[in-house]
């Protein structure tokens, strides 16, 4: 600490020192915030000379783009909203404690995966595994789930004993190796299936009976591959509003006769619903911007199309490779920065709107004697 | 506390920021660009140009280490119209390019330096249309490539074809709706691709843009039903070349030979530009460099990165330089 | 109504209660069945691509002789079977480097161990059969053959002297090859258990410590890491100092009203935009604006070809370390927010001044904040590809942005990336196919450099809240 015998002569040295530090910290961090701030006005001053050829020449070039990002952040969404939502109840309600604690630090892990290599891995590997399987694909969206409530319905019925050694609050974790053999189950359903009910091929039924295009890359290898990747914010931030809903509101209504679940519904849902809203908000923020998985999975063809076998081209992917070879000044160069700015301004205004929603659940789990 | 005092003591990302800054001072103090020509050490070599002959040039480069240990070369791939301006700048003397120069390049040459840039043909490319390996599509003519590929027909042909019925028998291939792949908007490929082979008309909106050739080699690859354009040198075993009908009524395939030969209507040259004044010699390390394009090691390798030779009768390859 | 009896109660709470939750439950179990599933196929392909793998001599119902490593099998289409993809090497005598066999035309399939594998330059690999080696008019063959090739490899290029491998190849094409062009040679099926692990070490090593060759279809990605390293570095250094300063600023020094609040949502929220944006943002500020000044300025006479004015380093940096300000904004701030205001009020009534009692009180105490908020940056900088492509990453950079040359950083140089490099192997390499196990490789060590990352970062706040629980 500091020593409280200085000679008084240095006390305005000292004091200088610390207006100039104190006016340094202040220029530096106004600077930074600056700095940051410019990114918004750049993107806007930038786009200014597209003014002047009219709204619809830049409507018409981008709007397939902007419908192809909206695509595949509704596709993504779709496929992670449900899953992060359902890991983020289990683990904030169900789950042990132990299991928590290792829990979130893995899904974590998750987020950290670059784009990159879940695009390389949906665009490579995924895409043509799910085009020659897509019966099977398709089978194990609706398996999976039933899958999960047969398990349940078949612990219920075992014995206590094996209850006991395998608890509700590790199902997380001992599921895995179930989930597992009924993926291996449906993958030698399907083509029996297909081959009983659906006369031999799936992909000819849908492109004779439904006119239906398949593209190998496509809304749904995009819709799993960046749904994986959003899955854990939205889980992380739904998980926290979950997690800190005050204990007394779901022992009341447990100790009203309520079940487990039925406070869950009917107390905890409603409660953290701002929480978990702003949570899928932030999800779809990150699903718009999301680059390299959407350039690497998603075909990038610039389609007006609602199907989910059909590719799509986004704005961020367009950006990426595009703008390096766009000379600066130029029409393309332009019509880039909108595309950016029309990102920018979307994620910053959907953000900001979770962020407000966060900040008043907050205020509210304080007024009601919650964890701050 | 006293403990965390000494942690204060250090500074460290003070100094760090301190340091860095030094570098940026010494950057612009000090630094030279890389690729000056007159200032390199004689034992570096610089190139500036096409995107497409980067393996290439880069694997010359590795050669050239190999044959002569203290010569290097750099090879900056910013695409083939960054060439010109580095040779009109100065800053290279070897621009390698996947088309001639234009005109008005040219001219900038000759006003900056008083004397043309020699030109040297190295090697040849082809585009080639692609199916899936198993495909029994053997051949197209251009009036059919642009039925595929293109919405406005610009090549003379009476209807788009959007099927495999169109093309084949459905026994054969009952693939259904053709699925199109390609490059994007701003590769050389895409250009060259919808000026030859689509008579300059539009692209079809549904085809696949992808960033790069291999990457429409393996999508074509992965699916029965695909269709797509890719550089000769990415082709393979995964996907079929198909041939192409020429002027002339006949189905040239994309081989070596027909390629050499300039016989598949797919074919360009590629090119070496070097900024060299008449009457005088080339600097020892350029000099190398082209004695290695012109050797046999040279040409092996114009194969081995899955390009073309030039015909040994072709005057520019043996001319003596 | 009557009242439920006391069976159909049950059932109906053992579907309220029973059921939902092993969704809920399932939904953690596939979550984390897919980030096992991913890690897994990245650890398996990854790194089996370095094991000597087992060299096949298949014969055809029609009599062709096939040498090569078996890499897949698909199914044939109209349900004809299936077939496999041989990689069969030689390219410079088959024009290719890989065969699909259809696998019921396949009559004989052996492993003889006298199969080799080289790799040499220009043409890549060759599969087939060593005949002997000539050496200074000398001819080898058998043992001696193999332990000339053997210490031959192991001296440098210089001193091999000239000798030449007689080899021939499945259908008894013979080939003359310089040894001078061999870079390693192997034989795979007579290696036993424990050279297959050295072999695998040191191609392990190999791959982590050599340049890529023949323009990125071989050889090894350290100027990759290098580089991704680098950037990485400068990338903390420029952001930590600005990075606490803006959290000191909005914490301690800022008066706490709605403009701070507003300012503060908003520097949340930019950890949500797009790293696309920034990208963009670094491009048009960057290097068209701040490079082409400085270019106009200091190196006006190497225009047009630009110094700075072209993606960089440094501007990579700069647009890294811009992307992930907020992370370490947000980090720091929540290190400063949980410091007691009774710290601060001691170390004033002490006498402190406001400077004193920041670097001597509050900052010490925020150190491991600022770490966590670092690390976590530096991770997110090290997968991040997109804003790079924009900025100044090279599919090749001969020459690292780090050497001996004054002023020995060379901070307007390009440089490579292993997420660029992963990109551009896998979508714009010459055979994408050769590429894949590369790719898979570069993936699993980036993977697992990020992983690290977060890793530390997440054991350091673990560790930081036990402190924190001990010190309340």
Request: charged share 15%.
């Amino acid at each position: 600490m500091t020593s409280p015998r200085l000679p008084r002569v240095y006390l305005p040295l000292r004091q200088l020192q610390d207006r100039i530090a104190t006016g340094l910290i202040t220029a530096g961090g106004i600077g930074v915030l600056l700095a940051i701030l410019a990114i918004g006005v750049f993107l806007a001053w930038e786009t200014l000379p597209l003014l002047a050829l009219g709204d619809t020449f830049a409507l018409s070039k981008l709007s397939p783009l902007a419908w192809g990002t909206l695509k595949a952040a509704i596709a993504a969404m779709l496929f992670a909203t449900p899953i992060a939502l359902g890991a983020a109840i289990y683990s904030a309600l169900f789950m042990s404690a132990r299991l928590r604690s290792r829990l979130k630090p893995a899904l974590e892990l998750m987020e950290a995966v670059p784009g990159v290599v879940v695009g390389f891995i949906a665009g490579l590997v995924l895409a043509p595994w799910v085009e020659r399987h897509l019966a099977s694909t398709l089978l194990l969206i609706v398996w999976l789930p039933f899958s999960a409530i047969l398990a349940g319905a078949l612990w219920h019925l075992a014995a206590a004993r094996l209850r006991r050694r395998l608890p509700h609050s590790w199902a997380g974790l001992w599921l895995i190796p179930w989930l597992v053999c009924m993926v291996a189950v449906a993958l030698w359903l399907a083509p029996w299936l297909e081959h009983h009910l659906l006369g031999g091929d799936l992909r000819r039924l849908l492109d004779q009976q439904y006119g239906m295009d398949y593209a190998t890359r496509n809304a749904l290898i995009v819709g799993i591959a960046m749904g994986f990747a959003v899955i854990p914010s939205i889980y992380a931030l739904a998980e926290d509003a979950l997690a800190d809903i005050p204990p007394t509101l779901m022992e009341g209504a447990q100790a009203l006769g309520a079940s487990r679940w039925q406070a869950l519904w009917k107390v905890a849902l409603p409660t953290a619903g701002p929480g978990i809203f702003s949570a899928v908000m932030i999800g779809a923020g990150r699903a718009v911007g999301e680059t390299m998985i959407v350039l690497m999975a998603s075909g990038n063809t610039a389609l007006f199309s609602a199907s989910p076998f059909e590719g799509l081209r986004s704005l961020s992917a367009a950006i990426a490779i595009e703008l390096p070879e766009a000379s600066p000044g130029g029409l393309t160069y332009h019509l880039l920065i909108l595309a950016a700015l029309s990102l920018f301004l979307f994620t910053f205004l959907v953000n900001t709107l979770a962020e407000v929603v966060r900040q008043r659940l907050r205020r509210r789990y304080h007024r009601l004697g919650g964890r701050p | 506390m006293k403990g965390n005092g000494l942690w204060l003591r250090k500074k460290y990302p003070l100094r760090l920021a301190l340091l860095g800054t030094l570098f940026m001072v010494a950057q612009l103090a000090w630094g030279q660009p890389t690729t000056t020509a007159p200032s390199l050490p004689s034992g570096t070599l610089g190139a500036v140009g096409s995107d497409t002959m980067a393996g290439l040039v880069l694997r010359w480069g590795e050669a050239l280490t190999a044959r002569h240990p203290e010569i290097s070369l750099q090879f900056q791939a910013g695409g083939s119209a960054s060439a010109p301006t580095a040779l009109i700048a100065g800053t290279t003397r070897l621009g390698p390019m996947s088309r001639p120069m234009s005109d008005s390049e040219h001219q900038q040459f000759v006003d900056r330096y008083g004397y043309p840039p020699l030109e040297l043909r190295v090697a040849r490319d082809a585009l080639v249309v692609v199916v899936h390996r198993h495909n029994p599509l053997e051949a197209l003519t251009r009036q059919q490539v642009d039925a595929i590929f293109s919405t406005g027909l610009t090549c003379g042909a009476d209807h788009a074809i959007r099927r495999w019925e169109e093309l084949l028998e459905a026994q054969l291939w009952p693939y259904g709706q053709i699925a199109l792949h390609g490059r994007n908007l701003a590769s050389g490929t895409h250009g060259l691709f919808q000026q030859q082979a689509l008579c300059s008309g539009q692209f079809r909106v549904d085809i696949s843009e992808h960033p790069g050739s291999s990457a429409v080699v393996a999508a074509v690859g992965e699916s029965p039903n695909a269709i797509g354009y890719a550089g000769y040198n990415h082709l393979s075993p995964m996907v079929k070349a198909l041939r192409l009908t020429d002027q002339q009524g006949r189905d040239v395939a994309p081989t070596e030979s027909s390629i050499q030969r300039g016989e598949y209507p797919l074919s360009r040259d590629l090119y070496l530009y070097v900024n060299l004044p008449p009457g005088e010699s080339l600097p020892a390390a350029e000099q190398a460099f082209i004695e290695l394009i012109t050797s046999a090691e040279g040409q092996q390798i114009i194969r081995a990165s899955g390009f073309v030779p030039l015909p040994p009768s072709d005057p520019n390859a043996q001319q003596p330089w | 109504m009557k009242p439920l009896s006391e069976q159909s109660k049950r059932r109906v709470n053992w579907l309220n209660d029973g059921l939902w939750p092993w969704l809920c439950a399932a939904c953690v179990a596939l979550s984390l069945l897919m980030l096992a599933a991913l890690l897994t196929l990245l650890a398996t392909r990854g790194l089996g691509h370095f094991w000597p793998a087992t060299l096949e001599e298949v014969t055809l119902t029609s009599g062709d002789i096939v040498i090569g490593q078996p890499v897949r099998e698909t199914p044939l289409p109209l349900n004809a079977g299936m077939e496999r993809l041989y990689f069969t090497g030689n390219r410079d005598i088959n024009g290719a480097n890989w065969r699909w066999i259809a696998v019921d035309d396949i009559s004989a399939q052996t492993t003889p161990n006298d199969l080799i594998r080289l790799e040499r330059t220009p043409w890549g690999d060759f599969i087939g059969r060593l005949v002997a080696v000539e050496s200074d008019g000398q001819r080898l063959t058998g043992q001696a053959a193999w332990d000339y090739i053997t210490t031959a490899l192991a001296q440098p290029a210089s001193q091999q002297g000239s000798s030449d491998l007689l080899l021939i190849t499945a259908d008894g094409h013979a080939l003359r090859q310089p040894l001078s062009n061999v870079s390693h040679f192997q034989a795979p099926n007579a290696m036993s258990w424990g050279q297959k692990v050295t072999a695998w070490g040191q191609n392990v090593w190999r791959f982590l410590s050599e340049g890529p060759r023949a323009a990125n279809t071989g050889g090894g990605v350290w100027p990759a890491i290098f580089g991704t390293v680098l950037m990485v570095i400068l990338m903390s250094v420029i952001v930590t100092p600005f990075g606490v300063l803006a959290a000191i600023y909005l914490n301690e020094i800022a008066h706490q009203n709605r403009l701070t609040h507003l300012v503060r949502i908003g520097v949340r929220n930019l950890a949500g935009v797009p790293s696309i944006v920034y990208g963009v943002f670094g491009l048009g500020v960057f290097v068209y604006g701040i490079g082409g000044s400085i270019d106009n300025w200091f190196f006006s006479d190497e225009l047009p070809s630009p110094t700075f004015g072209t993606g960089g380093l440094l501007w990579a940096s700069l647009t890294l370390a811009l992307l992930t300000l907020p992370v370490v904004i947000v980090a720091t701030e929540e290190g400063l927010a949980r410091i007691p205001d009774a710290q601060r009020e001691g170390a004033v009534a002490l006498g402190a001044t406001r400077l004193e009692m920041l670097t001597r009180v509050v900052l010490p105490m925020a150190t491991p904040a600022m770490l966590t908020g670092v690390i976590l940056a530096v991770a997110r900088a090290a997968g991040e590809v997109a804003p790079l492509m924009l900025v100044g990453v090279a599919k090749l950079a001969p020459q690292m942005p780090l050497d001996g040359e004054f002023p020995y950083l060379h901070l307007e140089r390009k440089f490579m990336h292993l997420g660029y490099h992963l990109f551009d192997t896998a979508f714009h390499g010459e055979d994408v196919q050769a590429a894949i196990p590369l790719v898979y490789a570069t993936a699993l060590l980036l993977v697992l450099i990020v992983l690290v990352l977060n890793l530390t970062a997440i054991f350091l706040r673990h560790y930081l809240r036990r402190q924190r629980g001990n010190e309340c």
